[in-house]
């Protein structure tokens, strides 16, 4: 059974910079799709940014491309969300989660729905 636990949310003013961890309690092989999803009051949860296959493959959506980066250490079992240039409207629960798939297209076109292992979730906050 893989778990999931975030940490490193917190407040911080526009500009700045904060980074997500989520460590699994067990090994996801290179065949996990892993993703950061956000959850703001009243909206659906977000897909940001995934990862797959060991970290070469990547995918942001266009509202955080250029300003968050995933990356995965599998030796830690630990996956990172550095987040720079943060706005308010990043403010939201972070939550990282976990599917075992077959392809990186698989990987990149699942929604929330689609992720069956997820962790507790981390509050950032954005002030203007």
């Known amino acids: 059974q893989v778990q999931l636990a975030e940490s490193g949310g917190g407040s911080v003013q526009a500009g700045g910079s904060l980074r997500l961890s989520c460590v699994d309690s067990?090994?996801?092989?290179?065949?996990?799709?892993m993703a950061w999803f956000r959850q703001a009051p009243g909206k659906e949860r977000e897909g940001v940014p995934f990862?797959?296959?060991?970290?070469?493959?990547?995918y942001y959506s266009d509202s955080v491309k250029g300003r968050f980066t995933i990356s995965r250490d599998y030796a830690l079992n630990t996956m990172y969300l550095q987040m720079n240039n943060l706005k308010p409207e990043d403010s939201a629960v972070y939550y990282c989660?976990?599917?075992?798939?077959?392809?990186?297209?698989?990987?990149?076109?699942?929604?929330?729905?689609?992720?069956?292992?997820w962790g507790q979730g981390t509050q950032v906050t954005v002030s203007s």
């Open positions: 989660a976990a599917e075992p798939v077959a392809s990186q297209s698989r990987c990149f076109s699942l929604g929330a729905t689609g992720f069956t292992y």
């Open positions: 990862i797959y296959a060991m970290g070469r493959s990547t």
């Open positions: 067990e090994y996801t092989n290179s065949m996990y799709c």
